[in-house]
């Protein structure tokens, strides 16, 4: 079984932009074939949890038996003509992936026409596919249409530019979920919903750029799959996710800067911070309209106007939420995403010397905590905006500490993130009571439902102080707790 690296980029689009996209690429001889391809796995989805997949494509009469490993840009693939319909799991990896004994069952399939087109471009041989089909598991079945570009020879920044220029013809999205991911989440019944971030698996012997790829990885597939959901489904949980995803994201560029400082990184920050920017709006409005509806539960008479206040906070989330998905429908979105990749795989920061990973995560969650010690000194004495960097310099050690927890003995980084968490999450709480007053101002209410406003605002500041010693006693938690990293 052959062993190679596919190096690829994968876009999103709708068939009626597949047209303009081989209009725009340059010309070659084309070739259409139908494959079909049929995915397996254990009964209980060893392949999938260990990110591997597993399929068998037919096309034209003849099988190949395929094996993919890793995530990004660059991918290991094993293939194998074989001759029957059934893999077998003594090609390549698959014996030392399958667990002993382990029985393989055919998962779903993917039927697609594909057009394809082999050329030159900039100094790389770049193979072009135009996929339209479908993923299918017996009972449902889910429609895909795709653009992939695999580099055959050259530089790796070929693909990328080239990226950049078919998006100018038609509206393409980069995606890290390949079909087998479609299927997968098809079989599970979950073929449109918010995304959380996957937890980052780093072994002993990363490096502290392998570790950063990896991180980076991660943050770009929850923005690509939960953009595609606000694109599709505009709703609060697409909002947060997408937005907890970006802010993960810049918060590893923060811990990784002193590795990653290169003249990229100015650009891609900038990039990051107005996607997690432009949703702020909706998210905040999500979180005070939560606030509302629980508070109205627990209330034995609710203010006159709630009634009115409810319906004008749905209608104003609403809007919210179109704006929310015509960010992730826009070009800008569309380019960051392109970049962002491109300098995560391609930048010159990669160029560094070689650091252990559990080096430099010791050393940047030390300097994190110390940022969180100092800051928290006098909690309960600080004014509204010492509590805000107190919560964003939380929120950074937290999203770092759960980056490295694989570094660390679990028990341990899990005890640690919790401690970490319970104080964000109470910070959290006193910036919502600060930031309510300008938020309720900028609805523009009618008078009851401004009443009703006024008065669950009320409430809320009436909390103030316990919330402030919960936060004290959640700090002191925190500083009495063992470090995993020290």
């Not at 569309?334 to 920061?349: C, F, H, N, P």
């Given at each position: 079984m052959t062993a190679d690296r596919e190096v690829e980029l994968k876009f999103l689009c709708t068939p009626a932009d597949l047209a303009a996209v081989l209009a725009a690429a340059p010309s070659g001889d084309d070739e259409s074939r139908e494959l079909i391809s049929v995915y397996f796995d254990t009964p209980d989805l060893a392949l999938q949890k260990a990110g591997v997949s597993l399929r068998v494509r037919e096309s034209q009469g003849a099988r190949v038996q395929t094996v993919k490993l890793g995530e990004g840009l660059s991918r290991e693939e094993h293939e194998a003509p074989i001759a029957g319909e059934e893999p077998d799991p003594e090609l390549g990896p698959l014996k030392t992936l399958l667990p002993e004994g382990g029985r393989l069952d055919?998962?779903?399939?993917?039927?697609?026409?594909?057009?394809?087109?082999?050329?030159?471009?900039?100094?790389?041989?770049?193979?072009?596919?135009?996929?339209?089909?479908?993923?299918?598991?017996?009972?449902?079945?889910?429609?895909?249409?795709?653009?992939?570009?695999?580099?055959?020879?050259?530089?790796?920044?070929?693909?990328?530019?080239?990226?950049?220029?078919?998006?100018?013809?038609?509206?393409?999205?980069l995606s890290f979920d390949g079909k087998a991911s479609r299927g997968q989440a098809l079989v599970a019944g979950a073929t449109l919903q918010a995304r959380r971030g996957d937890e980052v698996t780093l072994t002993s012997r990363a490096t502290a750029a392998e570790a950063f790829q990896a991180i980076a990885r991660n943050g770009l597939g929850q923005i690509a799959s939960n953009a595609a959901t606000l694109r599709a489904e505009p709703g609060p949980e697409p909002v947060h996710q997408l937005r907890v995803a970006a802010r993960r994201l810049r918060s590893a560029l923060s811990t990784f800067k002193p590795l990653v400082d290169d003249g990229g990184l100015s650009p891609v920050k900038g990039d990051l911070k107005w996607l997690a920017g432009s949703l702020d709006e909706a998210r905040d409005l999500d979180v005070f309209a939560a606030g509302v509806s629980d508070q109205a539960r627990s209330l034995a008479s609710p203010p006159a106007g709630l009634e009115a206040l409810t319906a004008a906070l749905e209608a104003a989330r609403r809007r919210r939420w179109a704006r929310a998905a015509k960010t992730a429908s826009s070009?800008?979105?569309?380019?960051?995403?392109?970049?962002?990749?491109?300098?995560?795989?391609?930048?010159?920061?990669?160029?560094?010397?070689?650091?252990?990973?559990?080096?430099?995560?010791?050393?940047?969650?030390?300097?994190?905590?110390r940022k969180v010690h100092k800051l928290g000194k006098h909690l309960g004495k600080a004014d509204d905006a010492?509590?805000?960097?107190?919560?964003?310099?939380?929120?950074?050690?937290?999203?770092?500490?759960?980056?490295?927890?694989?570094?660390?003995?679990?028990?341990?980084?899990?005890?640690?993130?919790g401690r970490v968490k319970d104080l964000q999450t109470t910070l959290g709480d006193l910036n919502d009571l600060a930031v309510a007053g300008a938020l309720v101002g900028s609805l523009k209410l009618e008078p009851d439902a401004a009443f009703a406003a006024g008065e669950m605002v009320g409430l809320r500041m009436a909390a103030k102080d316990h919330l402030i010693a919960k936060a004290e006693k959640a700090f002191r938690r925190l500083v009495d707790v063992d470090t995993p990293f020290t």
């Open positions: 055919p998962a779903f399939n993917v039927r697609v026409t594909r057009r394809q087109r082999t050329f030159h471009y900039r100094g790389a041989e770049i193979e072009l596919a135009l996929d339209q089909g479908e993923v299918s598991d017996g009972t449902g079945r889910s429609p895909i249409c795709e653009v992939e570009l695999e580099l055959k020879s050259g530089p790796p920044e070929a693909l990328f530019a080239l990226g950049r220029e078919l998006s100018k013809a038609a509206p393409l999205y070009p800008r979105f569309r380019a960051l995403m392109i970049d962002v990749a491109a300098w995560v795989e391609t930048g010159s920061w990669l160029s560094v010397s070689p650091t252990p990973a559990k080096a430099f995560a010791a050393h940047a969650l030390e300097a994190r905590l010492a509590r805000h960097r107190l919560r964003i310099e939380a929120k950074k050690l937290r999203y770092a500490a759960e980056a490295f927890a694989s570094l660390y003995r679990r028990k341990s980084a899990d005890r640690f993130i």
